[in-house]
């Protein structure tokens, strides 16, 4: 199958290709009478009954394509969207009802520094560079200090314990895995869950919104047969 000229007129739509989004699109995507096979190894799978494509993308990466234009809709989380520095051509659709978290500023449990004020010139690691120092930069400016932002992809909770960070921003589900590694929370910066996206110019406007109107259908069926 020669996928680059099976791409050709078709709506692309990015999918997370794995955790803790994956799943429950692929419900939806299923609800929503999307019909696809996808096949091993491969993250592109062509909807048999609408001219659409999945390509499936880490979560993080999907805001970016959306913005750019690669990609016409995906499903991400609203945290990756406001990470995302390209956000003015992309459109917020739907909020489809899970993925719920909270980013949100951690530090130990029996630690010195209890308020976001006092990590101000100390060292804060992230995923979320961008929303970490729209929260730093100002007090920063204020108190006439640099707090160390530093990047890391994963298991970010045991910074602290590491002896790399005073303190994290990351991402509260349950809040298991943050009182696991002895941490708690002091500051939200955001509330976020799933959400539909669009590029603002997409040349398939009319089939963006037919899409959006079968998933809103689903969601809202679920929501009254709970």
């Known amino acids: 199958m020669d996928f680059v000229k099976d791409l050709d007129n078709r709506l692309l739509f990015a999918i997370p290709k794995k955790g803790r989004l994956y799943e429950q699109c692929l419900t939806l995507l299923h609800g929503s009478d999307l019909q696809f096979h996808r096949k091993n190894r491969l993250d592109i799978a062509l909807v048999t ?9 880490p979560a993080a990466d999907i805001p970016k394509y959306v913005a750019e234009g690669n990609i016409d809709m995906g499903i991400t989380g609203q945290d990756m969207v406001a ?24 530090v130990p449990l029996a630690g010195a520094n209890q308020t976001v004020e006092s990590l101000v010139g100390r060292r804060v ?15 920063d400016k204020a108190a006439g200090k640099t707090t160390k932002i530093s990047y890391v992809a994963g298991s970010v909770e045991a910074a602290c314990a590491l002896g790399l960070a005073d303190g994290i921003i990351d991402l509260v589900e349950s809040g298991d895995t943050m009182r696991a590694a002895g941490l708690h929370d002091i500051h939200t910066i955001m509330e976020s869950q ?14 963006c919104d037919k899409i959006a109107s079968r998933i809103r259908g689903v969601i809202t069926a679920g929501r009254y047969m709970a």
Do not use: W, Y
């Open 49 to 57: 009954n609408l001219p659409v494509a999945l390509i499936f993308l």
């Open 83 to 106: 990470e995302n520095e390209s956000i003015d051509e992309v459109e917020e659709i739907l909020e489809l009802g899970f993925g719920k978290c909270s980013l949100c500023v951690q």
């Open 125 to 139: 690691v992230t995923s979320f560079e961008v929303l970490a120092k729209s929260v730093f930069e100002p007090l």
């Open 194 to 207: 799933a959400v539909l996206i669009t590029n603002k110019k997409t040349t398939h406007r009319e089939l």
